[in-house]
């Protein structure tokens, strides 16, 4: 035991109460990054819990998890159809295999199911509009959705029992339910039968048994298929409108006799419930939806298996890479502010150093070993640092009801070892026996041993930035630290660079003032060389202002893409997608709203999707865009979109095309077939007689980004025969004047659309983690700036007040004190944006930025000078702080003072 360090617990208190306000400082610095490190990591899972839910909520069709099977064949021994008393049980039977297949993780994330046994979609044959009619026969868990009969009563079975027709005879009669708005549509009453055919013209048999009013119309089964409630349009194709009719258990047997074999469809579907869901358990459901689906039967089996379909995998994917995109860019920001953490660290390491060098010395020369004063300031130091992480982990408790903790450590680390470790480096320093060799080569051998040992830390450091920017570029941030500390690396090797250099530059400033006749601009120069070698005061202050400009140029360049990929969503101010019953009125309504106040242009077009467009031996699927190419392009022209001079080329038979795997491009001969093929009425509004007939176009330029089509092809309106579904507006009083007419259609504003995808949870928590970054990093500079200066502050002023002896005036010694200080400043604020846009050129790429922003590409990188210029305006206006406020401090001091330590 008597080999164990004994402190001194006397000069433990009083040297912390002698650096009690460096100490705090200290604890302070702790606390706040202690605070940003644990409190990053929660709330940014938080945000993906939230991002995941509210991707379900926008496509809840495609999350929903959806199970079919096929009805055992029904024919009888003598070769009828025999009708299953028993079919609603059957309906019961398949919805409680299907339960019982899922996995428990993947049933707790599902709501309870919706059992759906519907038609095919039966043409309304009374001579009116296009209108389709479906039979449905629902179950909202395990009993149907509530109705109230205002007339006649529920459907009833057209027969009892297990009886066998023939396939020859009339069609079966199967009563239906309607409810009021679809009575109303059809002009149908109890007892009534609704004409119907399917496309071979057979005949149906459907007789209305009464009329109904939903109890709930909140029920998962009529949101399941709204058209069963009231008329839905454009379901079953452009122009189109969907009514149903509500089946019973007694009459679901009647409606698998009254159609063809495999004319209803039955299915128990299982919708998503973002409530149950985090980020972690939506990951572990894509796995298990995945195995299900390919565990699922083929659906070419003429059997009754269960055959499963979701999209609910790729709606998590494409979350996940979102939040996989928002985790890089905030595990690069959280690192980039660690490091500046670390550094200030240090400095003020050394900074409570410098000032009790003479006090550790005087300790050692009294017979102190290493190890008691190292574990003395040991103690110290984890008497200030463990509570101020620990309060500022609270606070992130508090903040975001959990706290990383591993984040914590480096700083924790380093805080506590910082101190210790510099001042036992200095008492041993001081009191060490080494002493200087006489001989020349001797000394000269020692000088190139320091020097080669600081290269080689300086080309590990480079060597190391080097690997984390080429392992950033070729495999992106991932599950490694390496990759995310690429900007911070980069820029810390570039400030070292730069540090090797300063010697060199201050000394050529001071060779420039020995040849001029200012005398304070030698002595400033003079004061500024002798200083030029200290590491950690550069280092600090460029560092942190390299990767501030880093934040700050990330934010500006998400803050633009994001509004980049709104103009591309809506293709200009506003948009009116027309609805199909009302696209023989576009022309109108785009007169409407051009006329309108604030309108600058109006421009219908027809939008189809999925037109089979063919080249060369390629075949693709685009979106085709039809419009007048000549107002399109002067639409666009005043639009941040830009002018497309080839639209012009459009009506000599030209076609812009945009493809994500480049398939279609400028100057090949283009096949379009706009048609169904069939000499039917397509999607499009006019049929083609012969499916191989096909309008001939060139590609003469590449498409602009409109409405999220992803590949696109847009041609003249004179080229095709086109039906406007679309309009596109532009001027500030297009939202207006679209928004007045959406009773024709879906508006969709451009403003409304960036401001939503502004507000969502990963967009809004990154641009506010930009932010902080950035506010901290600059916050740290200054602080680094400010312990930088302090360190040297005793001897800069002593140096100061003989020179006043000789006649220097008060406000002359603020001019050179200001030239001692003003090289790592004028450093840091011109190289220090410099590192920090070299960094983003590097790392900006692998960030997968696209993903937040919505667009189809990269954005591009805006830099954002106003702001790298304020970051040096405060740099400047920092040091005119400094030098004042250490003049008031130092005023007092008196020549006997100076006299007296001057031979310190």
Same mark, same amino acid.
């Given at each position: ?764 928590? $990154? !641009?506010?983690?930009?932010? =902080? +970054? @950035?506010?901290?990093?600059?916050? %740290? *500079? &200054?602080?680094?700036?400010? /312990? #930088? ?31 001692? $200080? !003003?090289?790592?400043?004028? =450093? +840091? @604020?011109?190289?220090?944006?410099? %590192? *920090? &846009?070299?960094?983003?050129? /590097? #790392? ?31 740099? $400047? !206006? ?27």
């Amino acid at each position: 035991m008597r080999f164990l360090p004994a402190p001194h617990w006397p000069s433990v208190r009083g040297r912390a109460w002698a650096d009690a306000g460096p100490l705090l400082l200290v604890a302070i610095v702790v606390a706040a990054i202690s605070l940003l490190a644990a409190v990053v990591p929660p709330l940014l899972r938080a945000t993906a819990d939230d991002a995941a839910r509210d991707a379900i909520r926008e496509a809840p069709d495609d999350s929903a998890v959806r199970v079919d099977a096929r009805w055992e064949d029904d024919y009888g021994p003598t070769g009828g159809r025999v009708r299953n008393a028993r079919l609603a049980e059957d309906m019961e039977d398949m919805r409680e295999r299907a339960e019982s297949t899922l996995a428990p993780d993947l049933r707790a994330a599902l709501r309870p199911p919706v059992t759906t046994v519907t038609s095919l979609s039966l043409l309304v044959t009374d001579g009116s509009v296009q209108r389709h009619f479906l039979l449905a026969y629902l179950r909202s868990g395990e009993q149907g959705p509530a109705v109230t009969w205002v007339a006649g009563g529920a459907p009833k079975g057209t027969a009892e029992g297990n009886r066998e027709i023939a396939l020859n005879g009339a069609p079966w009669e199967v009563q239906v339910g309607l409810s009021e708005a679809e009575a109303a549509a059809l002009k149908m009453r109890p007892g009534d039968h609704i004409p119907l055919q399917d496309e071979q013209r057979n005949k149906y048999n459907v007789k209305v048994s009464g009329i109904f009013k939903p109890v709930d119309t909140a029920d998962p089964a009529w949101q399941r298929t709204p058209w069963v409630l009231r008329p839905t349009l454009g379901l079953d194709g452009a122009g189109t409108t969907r009514l149903g009719g509500l089946l019973s258990a007694d009459s679901l047997p009647d409606a698998r006799l009254a159609t063809l074999q495999d004319q209803l469809r039955r299915t128990v579907w299982f919708s998503a419930d973002p409530d149950e869901l985090t980020w972690e358990s939506a990951q572990r459901l894509a796995v298990t939806v995945a195995t299900l689906k390919a565990k699922s039967a083929s659906s070419a089996e003429r059997d009754d298996s269960l055959k499963w379909q979701t999209q609910l995998d790729r709606v998590l994917h494409k979350v996940r890479e979102q939040v996989d995109a928002a985790t890089a860019q905030a595990s690069v920001l959280l690192i980039a502010v660690l490091a500046g953490g670390v550094l200030v660290l240090l400095l003020a390491a050394d900074l409570l150093t410098r000032r009790r060098a003479a006090a550790l010395t005087t300790a050692r020369r009294r017979g102190a070993s290493l190890p008691t004063l190292a574990t003395e300031l040991l103690i110290e130091s984890v008497a200030v640092t463990l509570p101020a992480a620990a309060i500022g982990v609270l606070l992130a408790l508090a903040i975001a009801g959990d706290a990383a903790i591993a984040g914590v450590w480096p700083v924790v680390a380093c805080a506590v070892l910082a101190g210790p470790g510099f001042g036992t480096v200095a008492a041993a320093r001081a009191t060490r026996d080494r002493r200087t060799p006489a001989n020349r080569a001797a000394r000269r051998w020692q000088q190139r041993t320091a020097q080669l040992r600081r290269a080689a830390l300086d080309v590990a450091i480079v060597l190391s930035a080097v690997g984390a920017i080429v392992s950033l570029r070729q495999r992106g941030v991932g599950d490694s630290a390496l990759p995310a500390a690429a900007p911070a690396l980069g820029v810390i090797a570039g400030t070292l660079v730069l540090l090797r250099l300063m010697p060199a530059g201050t000394g050529l400033a001071l060779r420039r003032a020995l040849r001029s006749r200012r005398p304070l601009a030698v002595f400033g120069a003079a004061q500024a060389a002798s200083t030029a070698g200290r590491a950690l005061p550069l280092l600090v202050l460029t560092t942190t202002t390299a990767l501030a400009s880093f934040a700050v140029t990330l934010s500006a360049t998400v803050s633009h893409g994001l509004a980049d990929g709104a103009w591309h969503t809506v293709g200009a101010d506003a948009r009116l997608d027309v609805s199909p019953d009302a696209t023989g009125s576009t022309p109108q309504l785009a007169a409407k709203i051009a006329a309108s106040p604030g309108v600058t242009a109006a421009v219908a077009g027809e939008v189809i999707s999925g037109v089979r467009v063919v080249t060369n031996d390629t075949s693709v699927t685009p979106s085709l865009v039809i419009v007048d190419a000549a107002a399109f392009r002067r639409m666009l022209a005043s639009t941040p979109l830009g002018d497309l001079p080839a639209l012009d080329r459009l009506p000599a038979g030209g076609a812009l095309v945009r493809t994500s795997d480049d398939s279609l491009r400028p100057g090949q001969q283009l096949r379009l077939y706009v048609g169904d093929g069939a000499g039917t009425y397509g999607t499009s509004g006019y049929g083609v007689d012969d499916p191989d007939e096909a309008v001939e176009v060139t590609a003469v330029g590449v498409a602009p980004e409109l409405n999220n089509l992803g590949d696109v092809v847009v041609v003249d309106a004179s080229a095709l025969p086109s039906e406007p579904d679309t309009i596109w507006a532009t001027g500030p009083g297009a939202a207006r004047a679209v928004d007045a007419v959406a009773i024709s259609g879906h508006p969709v504003v451009r403003t409304e659309v960036l401001a939503e995808r502004r507000s969502a949870a990963l967009t809004s928590g $990154l !641009l506010t983690l930009d932010i =902080a +970054a @950035a506010a901290t990093l600059l916050a %740290l *500079g &200054l602080l680094g700036f400010a /312990l #930088g200066a302090a360190a040297t502050a005793p001897e800069r002023w002593r140096t100061l007040a003989r020179l006043r002896t000789l006649g220097l005036r008060p406000r002359d010694t603020h001019r050179v004190a200001a030239g001692e $200080l !003003l090289p790592p400043v004028l =450093a +840091a @604020a011109v190289f220090g944006p410099l %590192l *920090g &846009l070299s960094v983003v050129w /590097l #790392g900006f790429g692998p960030l997968s930025l696209r993903l937040i922003t919505g667009q189809s590409a990269a954005p591009a990188t805006v830099v954002p000078w106003w702001a790298l210029g304020a970051l040096a305006l405060v740099l $400047l !206006l920092a040091l005119l702080v400094v030098v004042p406020a250490e003049g008031a401090v130092r005023r007092r001091q008196g020549l006997s003072d100076v006299l007296r330590t001057g031979g310190d």
